[in-house]
């Protein structure tokens, strides 16, 4: 520690009141104690600064030194992120369930990573153009010039093997190595955004039909506990045509995320044959990790997905639970005695989360091409209350809201994503694109399953008074139809080899045919078949045809769907 630092007046858990550090500013990184504990300056005043800790402050005393280091929380990017295992501070933990003794620093890394360069020397470069490239498992690892960097390049270094913190380029006054520091709390610049018009093809059914998200955009899950948002995540990770994920466990169980790491280190990419997990940064801030490093670990995330956007590449960033992340905000505000809102929260909770959701986006970047972070954001709400604040605030803010039911969790529907509370507002945009690449009745078979889940949902509170033999004949054929959709459908088992992911062919031709038994139950009452003699034929087929059939074999199930209906004809 320098002389000149200041020294803690005060303790209270991850929050720490310093006397005597000169011209510090806010968000300035500081080294607090003996053991140099990392934190950032979240308030001053006179002379006294108010340091949040990102680490274990166990044995800290008033009297300790501290020093502040003149920038701001950093993440360092480059080479060795895909694939890794970080804290929230983005250091490497060798396992998910690790812990780094609290003053640790990242270990120095002697890795090398074989670098070819892209430009030489005379060329002029600007901000986000690559000068080389380093070969990762699974991508091309585009080294850019980083923002703010353009001129002439100097000298670039020959074609080899270089470790991270290596010279490899001189662009102008600048010298330039394999990783580019960033902090954590500032987005990275692009040059403009573009609309929501591609989808997130997630292989969930119930999501790419009728509540579907588009890159670049945001979607959050509520859900009490029990309803299965983790492992819809999940399956999302494993299965979405993203190009990298970014999965940070805010605060969550600590076997949870040994669980995940062990699965995308088992599941086999289907696009390279590789592990999966060789495209994921996992970042892991499970609930017996430091408070506050759960609160900074939400940047880190978002920091590295923007790296990798600038890259080209389409990311997708898994927080698991933001509400985790919204309780660690609310217990250093209590510590530092900020005026309580809703439920204890800080009244900065709102602004908070709009600052996170907005930094999602479909981009141009700054070298002129294009890259996307779509975030995908669960809620844990306390006894499944969507009033409360983190859930209500969120709902304002994300694109795509994906409710979780505990009636179809507990009746063992999975995914238990509600039609009553869901939306989505990317649908209209995604209707285009659908209809441009040769699934034109997308828009239209979406808008009919809704409505027929709707009006379904409308009758059943008939069918508990009077029963559904009382009903007239068009209404028992729309429950049966909602039935088929509901059961044949919208399920999807994360077990199964046949049904845990399904192509957008495969989806179009369940619904389709549903739809169409569905239709042809209305055309048949028309002819003077009665809804008795409907609903006593055999139509389990349908129910059985997303496990009869591969996950993307759309031919498959459209022959079952014909001979359902050829049946159904007969009755006339």
């Known amino acids: 520690m320098s002389s000149d630092g200041g020294h803690v007046v005060r ?22 104690g003996a053991l140099e504990l990392l934190g950032e300056v979240v308030s001053l005043r006179a002379s006294r600064a108010t340091v949040e800790l990102h680490e274990y402050t166990g044995g800290l005393a008033a009297g300790a030194p501290a020093r502040a280091l003149h920038r701001p929380l950093s993440a360092r990017l480059g080479p060795g992120l895909l694939g890794g295992v970080f804290d929230g501070l983005l250091r490497p933990l060798a396992d998910a369930d690790a812990f780094l003794r609290p003053g640790a620093r990242a270990d120095v890394d002697d890795r090398s990573w074989t670098f070819r360069a892209k ?55 600048r010298d330039l190595s394999l990783v580019q520091p960033w902090p954590v709390r500032r987005a990275r610049p692009f040059r403009r955004r573009l609309a929501h018009e591609v989808p997130l093809l997630t292989g969930q059914r119930v999501l790419d039909l009728l509540y579907p998200v588009a890159l670049g955009s945001t979607a959050g899950l509520p859900g009490g506990f029990g309803t299965g948002k983790t492992m819809l995540l ?20 600590g076997n949870e995320m040994a669980d995940v790491l062990q699965d995308l280190g088992r599941l086999v990419d289907p696009r390279s044959g590789r592990p999966l997990s060789e495209r994921t940064v996992l970042i892991a801030n499970t609930s017996n990790m430091p408070v506050m490093a759960r609160e900074a670990s939400i940047h880190t995330a978002m920091t590295v997905a923007e790296y990798f956007r600038d890259m080209g590449r389409d990311v997708v960033v898994i927080a698991d639970s933001t509400s985790r992340w919204a309780e660690a905000m609310r217990e250093f505000s209590s510590r530092s005695g900020e005026l309580p809102a809703e439920e204890g929260y ?27 972070v779509t975030v995908l954001a669960s809620v844990s709400p306390p006894g499944g209350d969507f009033a409360e604040p983190v859930t209500a605030h969120t709902q304002r803010f994300v694109r795509c809201f994906w409710t979780l039911d505990r ?57 508990e008074l009077v029963g559904a033999s009382a009903l007239p004949d068009r209404e028992r054929v729309v429950l049966l139809g909602a039935r088929l959709l509901r059961e044949g459908v919208l399920p999807q088992s994360a077990l199964s080899e046949q049904d845990a992911f399904c192509a957008p062919d495969k989806q179009a031709a369940l619904l389709e045919v549903v ?42 199930v459209r022959a079952i769907g014909a001979r359902v209906l050829a049946r159904l004809e007969a009755l006339s």
Do not use: M
């Open 346 to 372: 800080p009244a900065r909770l709102p602004s908070a989360l709009a600052a996170f959701y907005e930094r999602a986006g479909r981009v141009e970047t700054l070298g002129a091409g294009e890259g996307s």
């Open 11 to 32: 303790v209270s858990g991850a929050l720490a009141e310093v006397d005597g550090l000169d011209h510090v500013t806010l968000l300035e990184t500081v080294e607090v």
């Open 407 to 463: 009636d179809l969790a507990y009746a063992r529907h999975y995914p238990a994503i509600s039609w009553h509370g869901s939306f989505s507002r990317d649908a209209d945009l995604l209707a285009k694109w659908h209809g441009e690449h040769d699934d034109r009745a997308w828009a239209e078979g979406r808008a009919r399953a809704l409505a027929l889940l709707a009006e379904a949902d409308r009758l059943e509170a008939l069918v």
């Open 234 to 253: 999940q399956q999302i990770a494993k299965w979405c045509d993203a190009d990298v994920i970014v999965y940070v466990g805010c605060g969550e169980r």
């Open 515 to 556: 739809l169409a038994v569905f239709q042809r139950g209305l055309e048949l009452l028309a002819r003077g078949v009665s809804a008795t003699a409907i609903e006593e034929e055999d139509l389990s087929a349908l129910v059985r045809a997303r496990e009869a059939v591969g996950p993307a074999d759309g031919a498959g």
């Open 119 to 173: 430009v030489a020397p005379g060329d002029e470069v600007a901000a986000g153009q690559v000068l080389g490239v380093v070969e990762e498992a699974l991508l091309e690892h585009r080294i850019l010039a980083p923002p703010g960097c353009e001129g002439t390049v100097a000298w670039i270094a020959p074609d080899g093997a270089y470790r991270a913190d290596d010279r490899i380029a001189r662009v102008g006054a």
